[in-house]
Structures are given as structure tokens and as C-alpha cells.
């Protein structure tokens, strides 16, 4: 239970207009959590935080409706268009008999399907809701299919919603981030498996969006239609709530349980956190212990003390000696994006992973404390650095409020 929101955590909330299901930060003092309760590289896809609009939500359909919806495997079918300016030769549609359905996507997977582990990082969750193992194929793979392609600047692309416009989850991509990606690097794909079994309707089966750099909302689940325009601009729902649609994922780090914390004195005190490794990866995790100032833990960004602050490491959890144990049966480490042909990660923590952590002090004196935690990235930025805007990620330096008594 430290790498992701309990259930319990998990409120109602409204954001944007709509319904989404978000986090309560107010949780009572917990319990410390044991330093052996490393949580499982991978999350259980039933154990994700659920961040989904419509109402209906799309996964509460069953029988009829879920066929009705195009929702199940045999019935699950993606049109790709152009529209504007944009031209493509091959256009896949319904009406015509040619949308991609699960059979030829997974028949495409067979020749070149790509593995690639990546937490699921809410733009305005400040914890990741999860991580998995996504499998499936480049989206360019798809496109290629689909001819000559001419005159396209960016894709739309959403999911199935209830047939209320106002219930859309669009997002976007350029062209080029979709097409040119350095070599290396994983660019956006259909993803059909999660941590080795078919995708789950609630995480967005069959088929989803996966675009490794980015926050959430640009991995859209139930994946039916994809747009290609000559238009320039990003649509993304998320933007027009007020979000940054391009930021990448960021490094920030996080407490694993939220609210204040209560310790035993005499005995060594374990805090357990989490850190969302963004595209600058990770350094470091840091944390800053000081008496209780009595405000509640409130310290603004332009107070002095961040200057004098004592930033001090905390323990990173080292990677899995055995990944093969780690990972879905069936999976050769050495075919997950990021893992060396020995089948190790080339970078720990990696990248767009989650990357746990602990700190263990001893000898604390019985007294009231703040504890504050954050990352360093791998240019040397120190959360909220290089951007402390929330619309492009929550990395607000996290506090608790320590009771040792
Ligand atoms: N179709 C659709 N896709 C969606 C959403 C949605 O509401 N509808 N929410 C997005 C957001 S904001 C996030 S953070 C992730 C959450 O993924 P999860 O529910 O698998 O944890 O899904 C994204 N994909
Ligand atoms: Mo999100």
C-alpha cells in the first residue's frame, strides 16, 4: 500500500464539470507503515485509482449495452478519419466495413507489438494511481495501414462515451510526436494487455491509449475513434478545463499515505513515499524535518526558510533482483521497453515508473515536527522546479504534520 491511493481515498469530486473520482487529502492520522511493505512493482489492474467520466461510466455497462457500446472483443471497432485539410488514402470506417477491429489489431501485435511499463500519473492527483505493464502497437504501425497520408498537423482521439457531447473525453497528439519519435524512445501505441492479461474494461478495454511522456488524460480508454486534421490546435478535454495539455510527465515526489503522522517515541520512525519519475528522471529524493512551526504545516513559496532549509536524502528502494518473477509469466524482461538485452533496467529508477522510497529516523525527540519531501530531477531541478504551476502536473513539495509522543 505505498505506490498508489487506497480505495478508501478515493472521493467523488468535481473537477472541471464533471464527475471524476479524485483523492481526499484530509485522511486521519495513520498508522507509520512498516518498512517491509514495499509495494509490488506492478499495480493489479483492479487495483488502479479510477479516474473516468460518463454517466453511465462506460465500465459499469453490461449485456446488451456493452455490445450496443462496441465495448467487448468481439464487437470493439476503431475508425480513423481525416477531416479539414488532412487527406488519407485508406480511411477506416463502419459504414464502409474497414474500421480495425480487435482481431486485426492483435494480428498486427503478432508481427510487432511493444511492451512498456508506465505509471498512470493524474494531472491533479498528487500520488500515481497505479503502474502496469502495457502491451500493444504504435499507433504509426496502425497508421500505416491506412495509406498515403497527406496534409495531417495533429490526431484528436476519443473513447466511447454516452452519446452526450458534453460527456467527450477528447485528447490530441502532433503528428510528429506520434511519427518522429528519437530513436529509443516509446511513442504513442494501442495498448490491448495489461500486466499480461487482456485490458480490462475498467482500465479502459479492450483497447487504450497509451502515450508514454504524458499525464493521464492523454491515454484515453475505450479507444473507438481517431481524427487526423490539418487543424493545429490541442482539443483535449483536460485543456479545456484549464489544464496544460503538452506538459510531460513530471518527477515529484510523494508521501504513500496522505494525512499527518503519529510515532512512539524510542523507537525509529519509518515514513514511506512514492516519486513519479517524469521525463527529466530522478536524482534523488529528498526530505526537510523541522519543529512544528504551529501553522498547520502552511509555508509559502516565498518564505525565507525554503532558503535555509536542510534537504537530506532519503533511501531509494533498489530495483528487483528478479524480474522474471516481477513481471507477467510469459514475459522476457529483455522485451520491455528500457531493459537491456541481460534483461536489466538500463536506468534506475526508470523513467515514467514509479520509483519508491523510505526514511527511517531514529532517536527523535517527543515533540511536534514538519516533514517535507521532494524530488531532484536529472537536470538538477528541485520540486516544484523547473514548474510549480498545478495545471501542468501536481508537484507542490508535500508536508505531514509529525506527532512524536
Ligand atoms: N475515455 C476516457 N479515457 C480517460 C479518462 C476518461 O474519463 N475517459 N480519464 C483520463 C484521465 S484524466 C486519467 S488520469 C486516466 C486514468 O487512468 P485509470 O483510470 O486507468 O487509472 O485515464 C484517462 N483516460
Ligand atoms: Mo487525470
Redesign the pocket.
Known amino acids: 500500500m505505498a505506490n498508489r491511493i487506497s480505495r478508501r481515498d478515493a472521493i467523488l469530486a468535481g473537477v472541471g464539470g464533471a464527475v ?1 473520482n479524485a483523492v481526499a487529502e484530509s485522511r486521519a492520522v495513520g498508522e507509520p507503515p512498516s518498512p517491509e511493505a514495499a509495494p509490488p512493482f506492478l499495480t493489479p489492474a483492479n487495483d488502479f485509482n479510477d ?1 473516468s467520466r460518463g454517466t453511465p461510466l462506460p465500465h459499469s455497462l453490461t449485456g446488451q449495452a456493452l455490445i450496443d457500446a462496441r465495448l467487448t472483443v468481439e464487437t470493439w471497432k476503431l475508425k480513423i478519419v481525416a477531416e479539414d485539410k488532412a487527406v488519407l488514402a485508406k480511411p477506416r470506417t463502419i459504414a464502409a466495413g474497414t474500421a480495425l477491429d480487435y482481431a486485426g489489431l492483435l494480428a498486427l501485435g503478432k508481427a510487432k507489438s511493444v511492451r512498456f511499463l508506465k505509471a498512470m500519473q ?4 498528487p500520488r500515481p ?1 497505479g503502474q502496469g505493464l502495457w502491451e500493444g502497437v504504435l499507433l504509426r504501425d496502425v497508421l500505416e495501414t491506412c495509406g498515403q497520408l497527406d496534409e495531417v498537423r495533429r490526431l484528436f482521439y476519443w473513447g466511447f462515451h454516452n452519446g452526450d457531447p458534453k460527456q467527450i473525453f477528447r485528447s490530441s497528439l502532433a503528428f510528429n510526436q506520434v511519427l518522429d519519435s528519437p530513436p529509443g524512445e516509446m511513442p504513442p501505441f494501442l495498448a490491448y494487455k495489461l500486466n499480461g492479461e487482456a485490458l480490462s474494461l475498467e482500465r479502459g478495454g479492450p483497447v487504450r491509449m497509451i502515450v508514454p511522456w504524458a ?3 492523454k491515454s484515453v480508454k475505450w479507444l473507438q475513434k481517431i481524427v487526423l486534421t490539418n487543424k493545429s490546435e490541442a482539443n483535449d478535454t ?1 485543456a479545456e478545463a484549464g489544464n496544460d495539455p503538452e506538459s510531460y510527465l513530471k518527477t515529484a515526489a510523494y508521501f504513500a499515505e496522505s494525512g499527518n503522522g503519529k510515532f512512539p517515541s524510542g523507537k525509529p520512525m519509518v515514513v514511506r513515499g512514492t516519486a513519479m519519475v517524469g521525463w527529466p528522471g530522478l536524482e534523488r529524493v529528498e526530505y526537510w524535518l523541522r519543529p512544528d512551526t504551529g501553522q498547520d504545516g502552511k509555508l509559502s513559496r516565498r518564505d525565507p526558510a525554503w532558503a535555509t532549509a536542510d534537504w537530506k536524502p532519503v533511501t531509494l528502494d533498489p530495483a528487483p533482483k528478479d524480474w522474471v518473477a516481477q513481471l507477467p509469466g510469459g514475459v522476457p524482461p529483455k522485451d520491455v521497453w528500457g531493459f537491456t538485452p541481460e534483461g536489466k533496467p538500463k536506468e534506475w529508477p526508470m523513467r515514467f515508473s514509479v520509483a519508491n522510497w523510505s526514511l527511517e529516523l531514529e532517536g527523535l525527540k517527543a515533540g511536534k515536527y514538519e516533514l517535507r519531501v521532494r524530488s531532484v530531477d536529472k537536470n538538477g531541478f528541485a520540486q516544484p522546479e523547473p514548474r510549480d504551476g498545478p495545471r501542468s502536473g501536481k508537484n507542490a513539495v508535500p508536508f505531514k504534520l509529525i506527532e512524536v509522543a
Open positions: 471524476v479516474v493524474c494531472n491533479n492527483i494511481l499525464h493521464g488524460f483536460y
